[in-house]
């Protein structure tokens, strides 16, 4: 969709949902990758799969391509954790990664409803684990502090991207 393509990724409860919205509001455009672009599938082949697991919650690689392909936009940002990135990691002009401390994970996912990805403890002690091994989240990320408050957060992406809000670019 855009002319620069970026990916938000991070373990749950960093807060992608929370910038993809910011973004949006912001007058950017924005795609919820865990709305618009998961399923449930077999990271190596795309094949469906039933049930949910973490380890299958992957993206349409074929519509993040033609999502990039398409240059409606000055800059598109793709917000979300895949577990199938690496194929698709290198369409991106760049990867940031939302980082905070283990303290402020864990007030998040107990924040969350049961029916709510990290909402039960199973899924809470899935994710800590994730946090702490880092091994599935893109490993050459542009680390962002997603401890600092909303605003923060999406002015040094904004930033670090070296794109003009929409809103002030006419």
């Not at 990758?33 to 990271?43: F, I, K, R, S």
């Not at 799969?49 to 299958?56: A, I, N, P, V, Y």
């Amino acid at each position: 969709m855009g002319i620069k393509n970026y990916l938000i990724e991070g373990v749950s409860g960093t807060g992608k949902t929370s910038v993809c919205k910011e973004l949006q509001r912001r007058g950017f455009y924005a795609v919820n990758g865990d709305n618009e672009l998961a399923y449930q599938g077999d990271p190596e082949t795309g094949h469906p799969t039933d049930g949910f697991m973490h380890e299958h919650h992957i993206w349409d690689v074929d519509r993040v391509r033609t999502l990039v392909a398409s240059q409606d936009d000055p800059v598109t940002f793709f917000c979300g954790g895949s577990r199938n990135f690496s194929r698709f990691i290198d369409l991106f002009d760049g990867v940031f990664v939302l980082e905070v401390d283990r303290d402020t994970l864990d007030r998040r996912l107990r924040g969350r409803s049961e029916d709510e990805w990290g909402g039960k403890q199973a899924e809470r002690e899935s994710v800590l684990r994730l946090h702490q091994t880092k091994e599935d989240i893109p490993k050459d990320g542009i680390v962002v502090d997603a401890t600092a408050p909303l605003a923060d957060v999406v002015d040094e992406i904004v930033r670090q991207s070296d794109v003009e809000n929409p809103h002030t670019a006419r």
